[in-house]
């Protein structure tokens, strides 16, 4: 009896270690909540990446309107779990690792909320929330349970927001002395037939209208780029087009940066198709300007550090700078494996900085942000 006491105590710790690594090895791909309806926007964008993340196991499906759930199988494939009408549902048989909700901004904050409960880390379709002082709640609570909560903010993952921040952290362009930003779409989607009856153009459904559907991404590049907050905005926001819509299809903001820098941003719908976006940052040794859209060199550079200042240019050459990156990234920091690619504060800076933007607008005067 000793003997074989002593056999399977050689035995036991290969075994248990064998099963060890098993626990890791499927802990290792995330469970993935895909919370929507049938209003969700960019689903197709994250059931994508989604798919071709190498960190995501499973996805579990959320939608009261069932709209999804064929697409969320197609592109998802064997990673495709189950879909269910509603989020306790899911939550009744799944503990998922990140939920990933896309839900108009007067829906989402329950859902985070209840995610949150569940012990889910969050990635939510911008902007999430109706107002600062829903999300700073949110934050508050995604914090004290050590979650993250990430605003969907892909631009970030992009090589050429990227190597841009990189460079001017290093010291590319000394001092920060000002910069100017646009990101213009089409006036041409705002008189498709229905469109009016699209949560984000209605203000008490969205919160607002261009700036803080699109120009909210251009805001929080212009922080992350130069690595300074904004601390005071003025501008105007307005229906210059004329659409019958309650929100605006045109902003324009000033901004003090917290650096002592001061800044430009116009926000709008004028074009016929397609996009132009720019962010251009001057300093005391030179200069650097991204053109996502609309330009023929993404990234162009200039500093006089150099023996012979040259303008310079940085091109992507990588396939997908947009929601595939960013969700691979959020999964993975889901799972502990690497930093978020925007952190709770982050989303909550930008939140505010939009929202007091709107209230400087309203007011007529320049609003420092909170």
């Given amino acids: 009896m000793r003997l074989r006491f002593f056999l399977l105590s050689l035995l036991l710790p290969w075994w248990a270690g064998s099963v060890l690594v098993c626990a890791d090895a499927v802990r290792q791909g995330a469970t993935v909540a895909l919370i929507t309806n049938a209003e969700g926007a960019h689903v197709s964008a994250y059931l994508a990446a989604l798919a071709g993340s190498g960190d995501v196991a499973g996805v ?20 495709f779990v189950a879909a269910y009408d509603s989020f306790d549902a899911l939550l009744a048989e799944h503990a998922p690792d990140l939920a990933l909700v896309s839900l108009e901004p007067g829906l989402a904050p329950a859902a985070i909320d209840r995610a949150l409960e569940a012990g889910c880390h969050i990635l939510a379709e911008k902007p999430a929330v109706l107002s600062a002082e829903r999300f700073h709640a949110l934050a508050r609570k995604a914090e004290a349970k ?89 501008g105007f926001i307005a229906n210059v087009g004329g659409k019958p819509f309650d929100v605006e299809d045109s902003a324009t903001l000033s901004l003090r940066f917290a650096n002592g820098s001061l800044g430009t941003l116009t926000s709008g719908y004028y074009l016929d198709k397609g996009y132009h976006s720019h962010l251009k940052v001057w300093g005391s040794q030179g200069w650097l300007e991204i053109n996502l859209h609309g330009g023929e060199t993404p990234v162009r550079y200039y500093t006089t550090t150099e023996p012979n200042p040259t303008v310079r240019s940085f091109v992507n050459d990588q396939p997908d700078g947009g929601y595939a990156p960013f969700v691979a990234a959020g999964v993975r920091a889901a799972l502990g494996l690497e930093p978020p690619p925007i952190t709770t504060a982050e989303s909550e800076r930008v939140l505010k900085t939009l929202f007091t933007a709107y209230r400087a607008a309203e007011s007529g005067r320049t609003q420092a942000v909170p």
């Avoid at 309107?65 to 064997?78: E, N, V």
């Avoid at 209605?202 to 907050?229: E, F, N, P, Y």
């Fill in 60 to 79: 579990v499906v959320a939608d009261p309107s069932g709209r999804f759930a064929a697409a969320a199988k197609k592109t998802l494939g064997a990673k």
């Fill in 146 to 234: 050590g979650r993250h909560l990430m605003l969907a903010l892909a631009n970030r993952s992009r090589p050429e927001i990227r190597f841009a921040r990189e460079w001017i952290a290093q010291g590319g362009l000394g001092r920060i002395y000002g910069v100017e930003v646009h990101m213009v779409a089409d006036q041409t989607r705002l008189g498709r037939p229905g469109y009016g009856d699209n949560w984000y153009a209605q203000k008490a459904r969205a919160g607002g209208g261009h700036l803080i559907w699109l120009g909210i991404h251009w805001v929080d590049l212009a922080m992350l780029v130069t690595g300074s907050d904004i601390t005071h905005v003025a």
